[in-house]
């Protein structure tokens, strides 16, 4: 029952490398988000998607990109690596809008 | 857009006492509000929420969250504290009225801390 799976868990990055946050889940949700977590800040939507091949921006979009080629699979992509970026980033999946989300574990990520 | 406010940073509880976490919302319409809480190094993991019908909503871990419309409030409760409620918790609503599809708003989380 792994539910929602992120990887890697730990990750340094050089500014201006590119590498994609991996995020599957085993549930059959339609609906998936990426957010990011800083410290004394909550969480901030980045990117969702209501089902395969439909993403849409969330608050925070900027430096980032998604894409959604099947229903399990939601990977986070950054281009060109900022300091700013330096976060936890979380997957979640859920049935539909309004439904609870199940988060994975998080990817922690450095941008030195 | 809506949004959600936690007003404490950190709540400190003894353990066995009945303990609050307080969170206050603005919204417009009917009010969807989530709690979720979060151990070190995990994902948030999902407590209740509230959609409509009765105010006070029963989660899991014997947690409940009481809706008070007048206030526009939605604290979560617990009657006796354990040690292992220790975490982060927040409070959570959908960014704009109606939909929930483009994910959640959250507040700034609130730590609670259980003192044995």
């Known amino acids: 029952n792994a539910g929602v799976t992120q990887t890697p868990k730990f990750r340094i990055l050089k500014i201006g490398q590119s590498m994609t946050l991996q995020c599957a889940q085993d549930?059959?949700?339609?609906?998936m988000y990426w957010y990011r977590q800083d410290p004394g800040m909550g969480l901030k939507l980045i990117y969702y998607?209501?089902?395969?091949?439909?993403?849409d921006k969330g608050e925070v979009p900027n430096g980032y990109n998604v894409s959604r080629s099947t229903t399990e699979d939601f990977p986070l992509r950054l281009e060109l690596a900022a300091p700013s970026q330096t976060s936890v980033y979380f997957c979640a999946s859920s049935t539909g809008g309004n439904q609870p989300q199940h988060f994975g574990d998080g990817t922690r990520l450095s941008i030195l | 857009a809506q949004s959600v406010a936690q007003p404490e940073d950190q709540v400190n509880v003894a353990e066995g006492n009945p303990l609050t976490v307080k969170c206050t919302y603005s919204v417009s319409g009917n009010p969807y509000l989530f709690w979720y809480v979060q151990y070190p190094n995990r994902g948030l993991q999902f407590l209740l929420k509230?959609?409509?019908?009765?105010?006070l909503v029963k989660g899991s871990y014997g947690f409940e969250a009481e809706f008070n419309k007048s206030q526009t409030s939605f604290h979560l409760k617990k009657p006796s504290a354990l040690v292992s409620d220790s975490a982060l918790y927040f409070c959570?609503?959908?960014?704009?009225?109606?939909?929930?599809?483009?994910?959640?708003?959250f507040g700034k989380g609130t730590h609670l801390i259980i003192q044995p």
């Open positions: 509230y959609i409509t019908g009765d105010n």
């Open positions: 998607s209501v089902g395969a091949g439909i993403t």
């Open positions: 959570a609503v959908p960014p704009y009225s109606g939909g929930g599809a483009d994910g959640l708003t």
């Open positions: 549930m059959n949700h339609n609906y």
